[in-house]
């Protein structure tokens, strides 16, 4: 792992837990999950309007952002746990 890469790592642990989960999971993953599951029934010609679609696919998209930001805070500790060991080798 080189610099920059462990600046990055570093960086998400810094900012905190919420802001993770909230930031990176819930409104930039879970966000367009939900847009882009509410554009399929569209594009499969199934009768609605798309954000009546949108809406319904709002509890799933609630639920992958915060998987999706609870995965990417736990990598991001391994990460950081993984450069201090090797700084220390």
């Not at 594009?43 to 949108?54: A, E, I, K, R």
Request: glycine fraction near 12%.
């Amino acid at each position: 792992m080189d610099d920059h890469d462990q600046e990055r790592w570093q960086r998400v642990v810094t900012g905190g837990f919420w802001r993770c989960l909230l930031l990176r999971g819930l409104l930039f993953w879970g966000l367009p999950f939900c847009l882009l599951y509410g554009a399929l029934p569209v594009v499969l010609n199934d009768p609605g309007p798309y954000w009546q679609h949108v809406l319904s696919a709002w509890p799933l998209g609630l639920v992958a952002g915060l998987l999706y930001g609870l995965g990417f805070w736990g990598y991001a500790q391994l990460q950081v746990v993984r450069a201090r060991q090797r700084k220390e080798d």
